[in-house]
Nanobody, 124 residues
């Protein structure tokens, strides 16, 4: 069983910074991509940023230049450095691990997993 544990959320003033972390645990041979999504009240969950095992990144237009995603493959951990935070960044942030190989005998069995979410509130 794979678990994703997030940390680093909280309350911050506009213009401030936060760093989110997400560690995947369990029997894991590889993870194709890891990323962060967010969901604000009354809105759909949206992709914030993602990174592949090779280091390729993808960002939502709304966070480009402010957020940086990084990954430690050896630790199965993904980070999201959030700078210049705005009130509109307020949301629950969810970690995602996509294409997780947990069974060496079944290379095509690569499910996705989600973390429980961490609240980020940007307010003065």
């Amino acid at each position: 069983q794979v678990q994703l544990v997030e940390s680093g959320g909280g309350l911050v003033q506009p213009g401030g910074s936060l760093r989110l972390s997400c560690a995947a645990s369990g029997t894991i041979f590889s993870i194709n991509a890891m990323g962060w999504y967010r969901q604000a009240p009354g809105k759909q969950r949206e992709l914030v940023a993602a990174i592949t095992s090779g280091g390729s990144t993808n960002y939502a237009d709304s966070v480009k230049g402010r957020f940086t995603i990084s990954r430690d493959n050896a630790k199965n951990t993904v980070y999201l450095q959030m700078n210049s935070l705005k009130p509109e960044d307020t949301a629950v942030y969810y970690c995602n691990a996509a294409g997780v190989r947990t069974d060496w005998k079944r290379p095509n069995f690569v499910p996705n997993y989600w973390g429980q979410g961490t609240q980020v509130t940007v307010s003065s």
